[in-house]
């Protein structure tokens, strides 16, 4: 099935897992900034985990279907409806020729995914479909075709193998969860000041309006370092905090550098960071210190269904 893009959102595209093994060559990664809500649509479709899945932001793209099809929205609710109907969040939803799905109020989250019951019928640059920028344009149309083995799928057996328990775990782990963001702590760790470090985990963050999706700035107490440093610039990935000269936090996140040179504080462990991409502007954290140890368990236990 093809799909035709309406009306384009600000920031919307496609996007996978990302690219990966080639940030030695100065190639960002991109991908999902929920990579936890877009595995799960496609889980939920049936689909292999990495096929691609279009990744909105609120004011959302509008979207006409140009085949019948099958399709799952998870991640940020935005009140998906279907020619001016309401249509559920996480479960698999039928589309007809010609239906057109808009979304009408931010009411939960950040970011929505929408997987489609087919495979994204464009080549793939460095064993991806994601692009840094690449957004969606006004008449667009996407090509998708249908597998064999997905053409076997109706909406009516891929809700007898809903998960309905593991469904509701991930969606309130990433918007009813209040706990601290857990992180890593990084090579300038022990570079920055006592009481420094004690307001990065006591004190409250907000995700500041600059955000997007190469960096999360914070808005939040001034750090500093007990001695001003100047850093070889080295790898870093989605996640990792970077101090800046100014005293204030910037958190990495998919379309990131692939080195940099300020201080690294830390990294926000793989578990937390699909709840992070999703905090709204203005909603305070707080961090928290983990082990690497304890960062693996979850991760193993979170994405173990996929």
Known sequence: MSIKILHKGLADSIQDKG?????HLGIQPNGCMDIL???LANHILQNDTDTPVIELYFPSSQIQFLEDGIICITGANFVPVINEKSIALHTAVAVQKNDVLSMLQ???????????????ATPKWLNSHSFNDARLKTAQVLPFSMHQSNALHTVQTLHENLNHAF???VHNNLFS????IRILPGPAWQDVNENALFELINTP????SQRNRMGYPLTGPKLNLNIPNAYLSSAVTRGTLQLLPSGDIIVLMADH????GYANLGQIILVDLPRFAQMKTGISFKFNVTNLETAQTLFRTMYAPF
């Not at 690219?19 to 940030?23: I, N, T």
């Not at 931010?106 to 994204?120: C, F, Q, R």
């Not at 550098?257 to 940099?260: D, F, H, L, P, S």
């Open 167 to 169: 469904i509701e775990q």
């Open 37 to 39: 809500s877009a595995s």
């Open 205 to 208: 963050f907000t995700i500041s």
């Open 257 to 260: 550098q692939t080195i940099g």
């Open 19 to 23: 690219r990966y093994g080639f940030q």
């Open 177 to 180: 969860n209040t706990t601290p």
């Open 106 to 120: 931010p009411l939960e989250g950040s970011i929505a995914y929408v997987a489609i019951n087919a495979a994204y």
